[in-house]
């Protein structure tokens, strides 16, 4: 080990305002199943522990590159799955905390956390002696495992996409555009919370609430008062808990239409406008495909997935978007006839669409949502998907009120094998919004699974977030049904975390394509409003009734219900991200724009715009992460409908079919290619027709994703 990491490793101490002091993060964690001891965790802790971790895994690779024998998995990829552990300590923590619970001296920390990460990552992945051991065990990778086989191939593939076999000048200016990109994310994102924290719709008047549900009136007076505006006034904020009930139930159009407006141009003007930020972001992408021999971004995003080209993504989203744009037209022209059978006096415009899309439904399925959600309290539904888990996998979760968490409202759970009670994971959740959380739901780690050089197994600490309805002083949290899919997909996720069983680090969990992570989140929504399982946990807050059959059968008829508009917009939003994609810009990019030019391209209806606009899809600009890639929700639910059907044809929480999920796809990681993965679970591969049938469209033809799949 290089003197810098032993000295900073052994000393374990770091100077905080003018005293000595105990970095948590330098030293073995002594809580139960190694939770982050987060009320010891100080702000001064992040960037000593991020450059002890750095100095350590230097020391690692070094090491690594320093063994004089010939490459092989053992002495080269191993200690490189392995290496890192302070690193991952104190960055797990980071990002999770700065997503969560952020404050200005997050930001203030974070300026200087994410372009040194940045810089590291590069330095990693352009170590030429490094990447000459790699490419060794690659060239030599036949008569591997498969999992270690696809490792190896995940390494080089990782590496050269990174700048391996760029010269050194080449190396150089991926580091400057790597850099530039990571401050232009910071600034996307910071932009975009301050934004959105920046907005409020004040009502002054209670007649203007008229057709909001009382828990809605309830949260905009908590809002105001926690704002010290007195009484008689109620808050409304762009959060979705505060924001789709308005559009959904206000019967005042003035309000509805500032309150779309004011979402539909969040961050788009003023000190927060991430227009310019976009367009640095767009020119920035463009130069790093370049530098990679890509001939645009979305090539260089798409190569290292399961779509492996941006044609192959729009081919199946064209196919999704005709039908829906189909379905969009039909949903209007019935409010159209609603609005108008009332002498409404209008013409349906997207400040309308949730809220006739609503009357229709009352109309059609005589089924009231502020009804529903009397029955879906957040404990019954998180008891739901507790029930779920362990009718499926055989895994039960029990509170640990004491363990350590990083926010007050954080609930931490404690995942054992049902039959045996062994220890499997750590499960939390943080259901609420608040100021210092971005928008959306989440999963992610502060621990991941993979085996340890001792042959045991590392048990993860998985997390929830969410931004779910919060109780009032009333009533407790009352979940849309929006907001109950939401929790059963992030949990999701959570459970392809914790019963993970690949064996590598880099395959453990959620680590698979980019386009297969949306698999076990997406399909596990479908058991949200099962009839037999819905009857063990949607019960009635204040009577504890299990939910009617009446209610039940009203929401299976209305269950395909505007999905034109809910497949449409994502669709839109998914191929608007592709054409970003595609875009080479040598000057400023005008985001507005270009987003109309794409509106009119594919002949998006009036009512409706893309599910995110430019300035606030963080998905697409606010990192990499799903850049060119926005369309994998889309692309997941192919397989996800197509999977279920399994479970229906079968039974819902048939034993055998349950098996072959969690094996294949749950426990399995990304230790093989994904789609052997998914046929040895479902046993042929898929087709989009099981997407439209769910979704109540019709298919116009079918298309085979087996030619998008391999390695």
């Known amino acids: 080990m290089v003197a810098a990491a032993a000295a900073l490793l052994s000393a374990c101490t770091v100077a905080c305002n003018g005293k000595m002091e105990k970095n948590p993060f330098l030293e073995e964690y002594t809580t139960p199943y190694e939770i982050p001891p987060f009320d010891q ?90 990447f000459e051991r790699i490419k060794a065990v690659y060239e030599n990778r036949e008569g591997l495992a498969t999992d270690q086989r696809r490792a190896v191939e995940n390494y080089y593939k990782q590496f050269t996409r990174n700048g391996a076999l760029l010269d050194a000048a080449g190396k150089e200016q991926l580091k400057e555009v790597n850099t530039e990109l990571t401050n232009l994310y910071l600034t996307y994102n910071k932009n975009l919370l301050n934004a ?42 762009l959060h979705a808990p505060s924001r789709l009930p308005l559009l959904q139930y206000a019967d005042d159009r003035d309000l509805r239409e500032e309150m779309y407006k004011g979402y539909t141009s969040l961050a788009s003007e003023g000190e927060y406008n991430n227009n310019p930020v976009i367009s640095k972001i767009l020119q920035a992408r463009a130069r790093k495909a370049a530098l990679l021999g890509f001939e645009n971004f979305g090539a260089y995003m798409t190569d290292n997935v399961m779509a492996k080209t941006t044609e192959n993504a729009e081919n199946l989203l064209m196919q999704i978007w005709r039908p829906a744009v189909k379905r969009v037209k039909e949903e209007v022209a019935e409010m159209q006839a609603l609005a108008d059978s009332e002498n ?77 009670g062994e220890h499997i994971a750590v499960f939390m959740t943080d259901y609420f919004p608040r100021a210092s959380k971005r928008q959306g739901a989440w999963m992610s780690e502060f621990k991941g699974s993979w085996e340890k050089e001792d042959g045991t197994s590392s048990r993860p600490v998985i997390y929830n977030v969410g931004n779910f309805s919060r109780p009032t002083a009333d009533t407790p949290a009352l979940l849309t049904l929006d907001e109950v899919e939401t929790m059963f997909h992030e949990f999701g996720h959570g459970l392809h975390g914790m019963l993970s069983k690949a064996r590598l680090k880099s395959q453990a969990g959620t680590n698979v394509d980019r386009d297969f992570v949306e698999l076990p989140s997406q399909i596990h929504e479908h058991w949200a409003l099962e009839p037999e399982l819905l009857r063990t946990y949607a019960k009635h807050w204040k009577t504890g009734e299990v939910i009617p059959d009446e209610l039940i059968e009203k929401l299976q008829a209305s269950a395909t219900h505007n999905q034109g508009f809910a497949t449409a917009e994502l669709a839109g939003a998914a191929l608007l991200d592709l054409q970003y994609g595609k875009l080479n810009p040598e000057g400023e990019v005008d985001a507005v724009a270009f987003e109309k030019q794409v509106a ?30 926005y369309y994998t929700y889309l692309w997941a639910e192919v397989l996800d409908t197509d999977g279920f059907e399994l479970f229906k044809e079968k039974g819902i929480f048939d034993p055998e079919t349950a098996r072959k999920f969690k094996e294949n796809v749950l426990e399995a990681g990304g230790s093989d290619d994904p789609m052997t993965l998914y046929v040895k679970f479902r046993g042929h591969e898929p087709s989009v027709d099981a997407l439209l049938r769910n979704r109540g469209l019709e298919p116009e033809k079918q298309v085979n994703l087996s030619s998008k799949s391999g390695k």
Not at 197 to 209: C, G, K, M, P, W
Not at 600 to 629: C, I, N, Q, W
Request: aromatic share 14%.
């Open 600 to 629: 009119e391209a594919l002949g998006m209806p009036k009512e409706l715009t893309f599910r995110y606009r430019s300035p606030y899809f963080k998905h697409v600009f606010g990192s990499d992460g799903y850049a060119s890639g």
């Open 344 to 420: 409404a006096g209008i013409t349906i415009e997207p400040w309308d669409y949730y809220y006739y899309a609503e009357k229709v439904r009352r109309k059609k399925y005589d089924l009231d949502e502020s009804e529903v959600r009397q029955y879906f309290c957040v404990d019954s539904v998180r008891n739901g998907i507790f029930s779920m888990a362990e009718r499926l996998y055989g895994v039960k979760f029990t509170e640990m009120p004491d363990a350590p968490k990083y926010y007050d409202e954080v609930t931490v759970y404690d995942v054992t094998d049902a039959a045996t």
């Open 196 to 237: 959105t924290n920046a907005f409020e719709i004040v009502v002054e008047d209670s007649t203007r609430l008229a057709g909001l549900p009382e828990s809605s009136i309830a949260q905009a007076a908590e809002e105001a008062a926690t704002r010290n505006l007195g009484e008689g006034k109620w808050v409304f904020t």
């Open 41 to 130: 965790i100080e702000y001064s802790h992040y960037l000593p522990a991020l450059e002890a971790g750095i100095a350590q895994k230097k020391a690692e690779i070094q090491a690594i590159v320093d063994n004089p024998e010939a490459a092989t998995f053992e002495n080269t990829i191993m200690p490189l799955e392995r290496s890192g552990e302070i690193l991952d300590k104190v960055a797990t923590v980071f990002f999770a905390l700065d997503e969560s619970n952020s404050s200005d001296e997050m930001v203030a920390i974070a300026e200087e956390f994410y372009p040194r990460y940045s810089q590291f990552s590069d330095e990693i992945t352009m170590n030429d002696a490094l």
